[in-house]
Nanobody
Framework: QVQLVESGGGLVQAGGSLRLSCAAS????????MGWFRQAPGKEREFVAA????????YYVDSAKGRFTISRDTAKNTVYLQMNSLKHEDTAVYYC????????????????WGQGTQVTVSS
């Protein structure tokens, strides 16, 4: 049974930092591209960042470039999203997704999803 479990969300002031983690189990982690998405109240889920299954490529939504960094630790079956210089508009539920041998390019399909972790940035 595949499980993706996000953690690390919380309440932070604007300008602060958070590091999200997504621990994967039940799959061959090294064969999966991993992505982070977010959904704010009343909005559709949007792509935030992704890392290819090889770890060699990363992609970010424009609003995250220069502030967020995605990384993966194959030994721990975990993908991270380091978020710096947080803004109020980053407030959302953040989800991680896993796609088999995904290139992680925006638009890639993800087979598995976590339950999400809430990030709230106070202005």
């Amino acid at each position: 049974q595949v499980q993706l479990v996000e953690s690390g969300g919380g309440l932070v002031q604007a300008g602060g930092s958070l590091r999200l983690s997504c621990a994967a189990s039940g799959l061959s982690f090294s064969s999966y591209g991993m992505g982070w998405f977010r959904q704010a109240p009343g909005k559709e889920r949007e792509f935030v960042a992704a890392i290819s299954w090889t770890g060699g490529s990363t992609y970010y939504v424009d609003s995250a470039k220069g502030r967020f960094t995605i990384s993966r630790d194959t030994a721990k079956n975990t993908v991270y999203l380091q978020m710096n210089s947080l803004k109020h508009e980053d407030t959302a539920v953040y989800y991680c997704g896993a796609g088999y041998r995904s290139s992680a390019r925006p638009g890639s399909q993800y087979m598995y999803w976590g339950q999400g972790t809430q990030v709230t940035v106070s202005s």
